[in-house]
């Protein structure tokens, strides 16, 4: 028992010492997750936030490009004077360790409000919504703040906002309807906004990136307003996610003769020509164009005189 413990603290020490230990550990990032680690390490050299919504592939930087980058990024790190140098190691930790610790904190993390509604949100479609409750019109009024909306509900960046901010205001939107430990959510951009005199407001969502949510909580006196500490998911982990959202978008609705008789599946959320996104979306159009019952019937018959094994209906 004392070698593993001598052996444990030997390994602590190595950890908590080792500067090309961490070096190695962000290049493997940075080679595996391109998309996060390279873009989060380019992000930071250039004072930018970091951008989901840009459509450009990253590739895997060479050994040389990776280099360079490092070299860049540890001298502007040991140049600034961090707030909380604790939150990366501490002052006299490697400083490989520390960037490594500052890009998981401030750049693939991400801690925002919340909105909880189940749904669906795949990325780079628009969610349209009606926002009402108290603690959602707390959300919108706080979100806007330093961003100019024009007469159509635009809304961009202020020229007087401090950099560096994102082009949009950002926030989580938990669509599976509960924010626990390691639920899949999706950051999205709120790229149009019309705020009413009471404060309710008419949004438009584009979803930008996966997410796992790692911890929650609820800010005091706002109304059940919770706020969210999220895990940017790579490349696969996002595929994954949007083909399983993909395959289970069906919806389910049920024609003039009742609920649960003649039940249809309607793949694509495709009805009597129109696009729908949720079931009672799918019902409301069904019942506006219903089948013909006779229609209907005569289908039901030629379905009776086939299994009777009579395709012609004669007696």
């Known amino acids: ?54 459509l450009d592939v990253v590739d895997s930087p060479t050994i040389t490009e990776f280099e360079s980058c490092m070299d860049a990024s540890c001298k502007k790190l040991s140049s600034m004077s961090l707030r909380n140098n604790f939150e990366v190691g501490g002052p006299e930790a490697p400083v490989s360790m520390r960037l490594f610790r500052y890009i998981l904190s401030n750049y ?21 919504l009606h926002l009402f409750e108290p603690r959602y019109r707390i959300l919108v009024r706080e979100l806007v703040e330093g961003y100019d909306m ?33 639920s899949p959510a999706c950051i999205v951009e709120l790229q149009q906004c019309t705020i009413y005199g009471d404060g309710r ?23 059940n307003l919770y706020f969210v500490r999220c895990l940017r ?32 599946w309607v793949e694509g959320g495709i009805i009597n020509g129109r696009r729908v996104r949720g079931s009672i979306q799918a019902i409301l159009a069904f019942y506006e164009n219903p089948l013909p019952q006779a229609g209907l019937r005569q289908g039901q018959n030629q379905n009776e005189n086939e299994e009777r094994g009579n395709p012609d209906g004669e007696n």
């Open 233 to 264: 998911m790579g490349k696969e982990a996002s595929n994954i996610v949007e083909t399983g959202l993909r395959r289970h978008r069906r919806y389910w609705i049920n024609n003039q003769n009742g609920m649960g008789e003649e039940n249809h």
């Open 1 to 54: 028992m004392k070698d593993i413990s001598y052996v444990n603290k030997r390994i602590h020490r190595l950890v908590r010492s080792s500067n090309e230990l961490w070096k190695e550990a962000l290049g493997r990032m940075c080679f595996k997750e391109p998309q996060l680690w390279r873009k989060s390490l380019t992000s930071f050299l250039n004072d930018e936030d970091f951008n989901e919504s840009s």
């Open 150 to 182: 024009d007469d159509f509900g635009n809304v961009s960046l202020s020229a007087e906002a401090r950099l560096p901010k994102s082009k949009f205001p950002k926030f989580v939107y938990a669509y599976q309807g509960t924010i626990g430990y390691r």
């Open 201 to 223: 407001a008419d949004v438009t969502l584009v979803p930008c990136a996966h997410v796992w949510i790692t911890k929650a909580w609820e800010r005091p006196n706002s109304g």
């Open 108 to 128: 693939i993390k991400f801690t925002s409000p919340v909105f909880v509604m189940q749904g669906e949100a795949f990325i780079g479609e628009p969610i349209q």
